[in-house]
């Protein structure tokens, strides 16, 4: 994650099926949108299992690696 925060989290539906069961929105999920820490979880069209991370890169925090 290089350190910063995402601005949005997009996964397959079947990531925020189980997201939404894990952290107490059991059957929030097909509202498509959820927020963790106020940063925006979205349903998208990918595959099953799939997570993606949306942001910025802070090359000063990112390190040498």
Not at 5 to 27: F, I, N
Not at 37 to 50: D, K, N
Request: glycine share 10%; charged share 30%; with cysteine.
């Amino acid at each position: 994650m290089y350190q910063t925060r995402p601005s949005a989290v997009y996964c397959s539906p079947d990531v925020l099926e189980r997201y939404s069961e894990v952290y107490g929105h059991a059957g929030d999920w097909h509202t498509r949108e959820l927020r963790f820490e106020g940063i925006r979880v979205l349903a998208a069209v990918m595959p099953p299992g799939t997570i993606a991370f949306e942001g910025d890169v802070d090359e000063d925090r990112m390190g040498d690696w």
